[in-house]
């Protein structure tokens, strides 16, 4: 044994000191010019190239591998190949991004340069993806978010996992306005989903457990009356099962949340392993689902709409919990909104009438909170801060006119969790109205932490 | 998996009621805010304006446009459905088609007039409230703040009445506060105002 002070022996390189993306000129991992020439030559292949191999024969096609034959594949395929690489090298070369000051710069183009200059406290969001493919050759992808419309995402793919994590880290720090080589934010483990907690909150919700009552009558009705049509029902009913059940299963393994100063750190997947920050100022609006056999473990669901993240990816980053217990669920939302407690708010229920017997909405409010509360299969808390609160509608079709009723809307961008306060009566509606533009305005004028991010 | 097992909460981990002085226990209509409606106002009063103030109307050229609007649909509808229909059912089919057309564009022109006394819009010290809708009656309060751009568009038919609409967009897809029917004119006023006034309180999101 070796005594203290020895430490480990060194094998291998030393560790690479760490890169600062402030200074000089980065680029992706040389990895990636590869997979771009690797790419496009298996497209030429499975386009035309393949057809070279083949000869026709008497008998129809035919593989021989005559040196003919190899000759004539070579010939075409290797100055494809060469143009490939050549190409691929030339757009890892041509793209280039660094931090410049509170910027940060992204330089592409082959023929026209572009320069993009992302300010960093305009930044909604950042993370490193790892897809399946790029975690055998441990590469990872960076993508950061920015508001508004679809092009408004830059990806860098691939990074060096060491490299992506630093990009990462540096990119938050400063975005926080500290110097760039602080070392990435501490954090603590705040909650870890069990893959048996998952599948069995995945299992237990009604549409699912339908679905498999009716797959298990067709396929026992196949069986019985030796009746092969019942497959052409079976299939939908298993994709969607396979949709419903297995892809958020995949994507939601490992789920685990933490704590730091820069927003909560999601990380999950099992194909696609994802690390998202989020951080609390940019949440929008919060949904606490409880399905009706959820209840029975105390389970919950939190939705949440981030601004930033918009069509595909708004559906793959709208769950900040798949599933945990509800008081875990609501201690979430009050770190999402700092300072507020969503179930202290006092709820007032909806009038009952013939138009919504069962419907029983109830909404609240206070200084900082809007939240609202309906469904009795499925449970569901809105909660939206005033300080987020976009606009303040109230609507009353021509039924709920005839009953003196109204909806009250407070606006959120585009996401899963929309917050509407439905049949109000009337006069209420209209001073809910009044109420909530009135908190939001002061809301919004003590609510600087929008300026930077997560200060 | 049983409950707790490998879920640890540490020991500091906020409880529920983390930081802060505990919330304030209001009501929607709580009296800490100073309300314009008082509580259990009636249900008529819901789409008034705003105390004190009286909504600004658009112009009555709207109805114009919507009548137009509507007959520019009705004709090729009647000309194409009559000839269809007297073709297959015979004249009385035609007729029938005319008829039917004529009763819709009768409702067109009512609830075009009915739709238009239903704008209106009123610039508060921090927010513009626009109402509309004969239907389905809807109110909107946009923060100037919130307000990401402002836009006058005037279609062919606008351009020709000397109207034009404007549109407050924010970060919300929903809000959907626009004021048709304003005179090209005084749309472009409206617009450079709420720009200013979205200017001086903007907040990012």
């Known amino acids: 044994?070796?005594?203290?002070?020895?430490?480990?022996?060194?094998?291998?390189?030393?560790?690479?000191?760490?890169?600062?993306?402030?200074?000089?000129?980065?680029?992706?991992?040389?990895?990636?010019?590869?997979?771009?020439?690797v790419g496009v030559v298996v497209i030429a292949f499975v386009l035309g190239g393949y057809s070279l191999l083949l000869t026709q024969t008497p008998d129809g096609v035919a593989l021989a591998l005559t040196p003919a034959v190899i000759a004539r594949f070579l010939v075409v395929m290797l100055p494809v190949t060469a143009v490939a690489a050549a190409i691929g090298f030339w757009i890892w070369w041509s793209l280039k991004f660094w931090i410049s000051g509170d910027d940060l710069v992204v330089e592409t183009g082959i023929l026209r340069r572009r320069n993009r200059r992302i300010p960093l406290a305009h930044m909604q969001a950042v993370d490193v993806v790892r897809p399946?493919?790029?975690?055998?050759?441990?590469?990872?992808?960076?993508?950061?978010?920015?508001?508004?419309?679809?092009?408004?995402?830059?990806?860098?793919?691939?990074?060096?996992?060491?490299?992506?994590?630093?990009?990462?880290?540096?990119?938050?720090?400063r975005a926080a306005g500290l110097p760039g080589h602080t070392p990435e934010a501490p954090e603590r483990p705040y909650w870890r989903v069990g893959f048996g907690t998952l599948l069995g909150s995945q299992l237990m919700r009604l549409p699912v457990i339908g679905a498999l009552m009716l797959l298990v009558a067709l396929l026992a009705f196949g069986v019985v009356f030796k009746e092969l049509g019942v497959l052409a029902a079976a299939l939908p009913v298993l994709l969607g099962l396979a949709?419903?059940?297995?892809?958020?299963?995949?994507?939601?393994?490992?789920?685990?949340?933490?704590?730091?100063?820069?927003?909560?750190?999601?990380?999950?997947?099992?194909?696609?392993?994802?690390?998202?920050?989020?951080p609390p100022g940019r949440v929008q609006a919060v949904r606490v689902v409880e399905p009706l056999l959820w209840r029975g473990n105390g389970w919950a669901r939190i939705d949440v709409t981030v601004a930033g993240y918009v069509g595909d990816r708004q559906a793959l980053s709208s769950v900040l919990l798949p599933v945990a217990p509800r008081d875990v669920a609501m201690r979430m939302v009050g770190l999402v909104f700092p300072g507020t407690n969503a179930e202290a708010v006092p709820l007032l229920p909806a009038p009952r009438s013939w138009l919504a017997p069962f419907r029983k909405g109830e909404a609240g409010?206070?200084?900082?909170?809007?939240?609202?509360?309906?469904?009795?299969?499925?449970?569901?808390?809105?909660?939206?801060?005033?300080a987020r609160?976009?606009?303040?509608?109230?609507?009353?079709?021509?039924?709920?006119?005839?009953?003196?009723?109204?909806?009250?809307?407070?606006?959120?961008?585009?996401?899963?969790?929309?917050?509407?306060?439905?049949?109000?009566?009337?006069?209420?509606?209209?001073?809910?109205?009044?109420?909530?533009?009135?908190r939001a305005h002061r809301a919004r004028a003590t609510d600087i932490r929008t300026e930077r991010w997560a200060r | 998996m049983p409950p707790g097992s490998p879920n640890i909460l540490p020991p500091?981990?906020?409880?529920?009621?983390?930081?802060?002085?505990?919330?304030?226990?209001?009501?929607?209509?709580?009296?800490?805010?100073?309300?314009?409606?008082?509580?259990?106002?009636?249900?008529?009063?819901?789409?008034?304006?705003?105390?004190?103030?009286?909504?600004?109307?658009?112009?009555?050229?709207?109805?114009?446009?919507?009548?137009?609007?509507?007959?520019?649909?009705?004709?090729?509808?009647?000309?194409?459905?009559?000839?269809?229909?007297?073709?297959?059912?015979?004249?009385?089919?035609?007729?029938?088609?005319?008829a039917l057309v004529l009763v819709a564009c009768a409702v067109g022109w009512i609830v075009a007039e009915l739709s238009y006394r239903s704008w209106g819009f009123a610039e508060r010290a921090d927010d513009l409230l626009v109402t509309h809708g004969f239907f389905v009656r809807h109110l909107v309060v946009v923060p100037y703040g919130r307000m990401q751009y402002v836009d006058v568009t005037a279609g062919l038919l606008e351009q020709w009445?000397?109207?034009?609409?404007?549109?407050?967009?924010?970060?919300?897809?929903?809000?959907?506060?626009?004021?048709?029917?304003?005179?090209?004119?005084?749309?472009?006023?409206?617009?450079?105002?709420?720009?200013?006034?979205g200017e001086a309180r903007s907040i990012g999101l």
């Open chain 2, 161 to 197: 009445l000397g109207v034009a609409t404007v549109r407050l967009h924010t970060a919300a897809a929903a809000t959907d506060a626009r004021i048709p029917g304003l005179p090209a004119r005084d749309a472009a006023i409206l617009r450079d105002r709420l720009a200013q006034k």
């Open chain 2, 12 to 98: 500091g981990a906020p409880g529920t009621r983390p930081y802060g002085p505990p919330p304030p226990p209001p009501a929607p209509n709580g009296p800490s805010t100073p309300s314009v409606v008082p509580i259990g106002a009636r249900a008529e009063q819901a789409f008034d304006p705003p105390g004190g103030m009286a909504w600004v109307r658009v112009s009555p050229k709207l109805t114009w446009q919507r009548r137009i609007a509507v007959l520019l649909w009705a004709l090729p509808v009647t000309i194409i459905g009559a000839f269809v229909l007297s073709r297959t059912r015979g004249l009385a089919g035609g007729l029938i088609w005319l």
């Open chain 1, 132 to 173: 399946l493919t790029s975690r055998v050759f441990g590469l990872a992808e960076v993508r950061v978010e920015l508001a508004g419309g679809d092009q408004a995402e830059t990806k860098f793919r691939f990074l060096g996992r060491p490299m992506a994590e630093q990009l990462r880290a540096e990119l938050l720090a």
């Open chain 1, 243 to 278: 949709r419903g059940v297995i892809a958020p299963l995949v994507m939601h393994t490992n789920f685990t949340a933490a704590l730091s100063p820069d927003g909560l750190r999601l990380r999950y997947g099992l194909m696609e392993t994802r690390m998202q920050t989020v």
């Open chain 1, 1 to 37: 044994m070796y005594g203290p002070g020895y430490g480990p022996p060194m094998y291998g390189p030393p560790p690479k000191p760490p890169v600062h993306f402030s200074h000089g000129v980065h680029r992706l991992h040389l990895a990636t010019a590869v997979i771009n020439a």
């Open chain 1, 365 to 386: 409010t206070d200084d900082r909170l809007f939240v609202t509360r309906r469904g009795r299969v499925c449970r569901r808390l809105d909660v939206i801060a005033h």
């Open chain 1, 389 to 438: 609160a976009q606009s303040v509608r109230l609507t009353a079709g021509p039924f709920q006119r005839l009953l003196g009723l109204g909806t009250v809307h407070i606006d959120a961008p585009p996401g899963p969790v929309q917050v509407a306060a439905e049949d109000r009566e009337l006069g209420e509606a209209r001073a809910i109205v009044e109420s909530a533009a009135g």
